[in-house]
């Protein structure tokens, strides 16, 4: 399969998750704990993990088990990320949110600057200061009753996005040494996703009575989209993967990714609101739409001259 196809497929899958995500959060938790979906997502990880073992064993000679620990550890900090992003899911709608979460490309600079001693090229700050006009765009055009609030969401995706880039940093480097194929990789991943919610929701069992009140009260409804919502997930993971490997480069893959990220989250906020309002969420008055529109422009902009 063509790599464009899968980045087109992971972008696709990634925006319509962010969007589920928003509805499960709103819809079931009324934006309050929506974190406790984790107690479901941990045991789905960890069981889904150990089926993918049986049918992708590892020989532990290709992978020494220091190596394992650290996919292992990449996962877990992957679902420490998740508690600041359910935290702003709950604070804001989705298209602001993907808009915050395209600051990744900027903490990956920073990180390279300070963990690798890179330096900024002069076109890379120009898109460092393009990407952060999105956000600070969203921010200004709110209401002064509604920015405090705006700014607590984008506190709490650029959070996500820190934790994130480190998990994806570890993986990446563990990746390139160990002699596993991506798949077998994904599984210490999807164990370590598995392991780190089942830590964090018994660090706070409110969490999981959160969780098992809302089953009950929903008479196991919410399950299915929970599940639904994993399945896209994880076809996002590996598509996104895949692409990079079969990509020419690394970087276009990255690039094509960010690039079309925002701009599918925009136009699928506006076609989920006019189809299932229930489910695309979005305020689409004359004035939020502009705003958008010009933050995903810039936001857009800024990743492509910062990745050149």
Not at 221 to 232: D, G, T
Not at 278 to 286: C, N, Q, T
Request: proline share 4%; aromatic share 12%; net charge positive.
């Amino acid at each position: 399969m063509n790599w464009l196809v899968l980045v087109a497929i992971a972008v696709v899958a990634d925006a319509i998750r962010v969007f589920a995500d928003n509805y499960i959060t709103d819809v079931y938790f009324k934006g309050k704990e929506s974190v406790s979906q984790k107690h479901f997502y941990g045991w789905f990880f960890v069981i889904l993990s150990i089926v993918m073992l049986f049918i992708f064993p590892v020989d532990i000679q290709a992978a020494p088990l220091y190596l394992i620990g650290f996919l292992i550890l990449s996962g877990c900090l992957n679902s420490l990320a998740g508690i600041p992003y359910y935290r702003a899911m709950e604070m804001d709608d989705t298209t602001n949110i993907s808009i915050f979460v395209q600051l990744a490309p900027i903490v990956y600079l920073v990180f390279g600057w300070i963990a690798l001693h890179e330096s900024f090229s002069p076109h890379q700050l120009l898109g460092f200061v393009i990407i952060l006009c999105g956000p600070f765009l969203v921010i200004a055009t709110t209401r002064k009753r509604s920015r405090k609030v705006k700014i607590k969401a984008a506190i709490q995706a650029a959070l996500y996005v820190v934790i994130s880039v480190v998990a994806n940093l570890i993986f990446v480097k563990t990746s390139d040494i160990t002699e596993m194929s991506f798949v077998q990789d994904m599984i210490f991943i999807f164990l370590g996703k598995g392991i780190g919610n089942i830590i964090i929701c018994g660090f706070k069992p409110t969490w999981i009575q959160r969780f098992n009140t809302v089953v009950k009260k929903t008479k196991g409804k919410m399950l299915r989209p929970l599940i639904i919502n994993a399945i896209i997930g994880i076809t996002k993971d590996f598509t996104y993967r895949a692409a990079l490997t079969l990509a020419p480069a690394v970087a276009i893959a990255s690039v094509a990714t960010d690039s079309a990220s925002p701009i599918v989250v925009f136009f699928l906020g506006i076609l989920f609101t006019l189809i299932w309002p229930a489910f695309g969420r979005e305020k689409l008055e004359k004035k939020t739409v502009l705003v958008h529109m010009i933050a995903t422009i810039l936001v857009v902009a800024g990743i492509i001259i910062l990745q050149k």
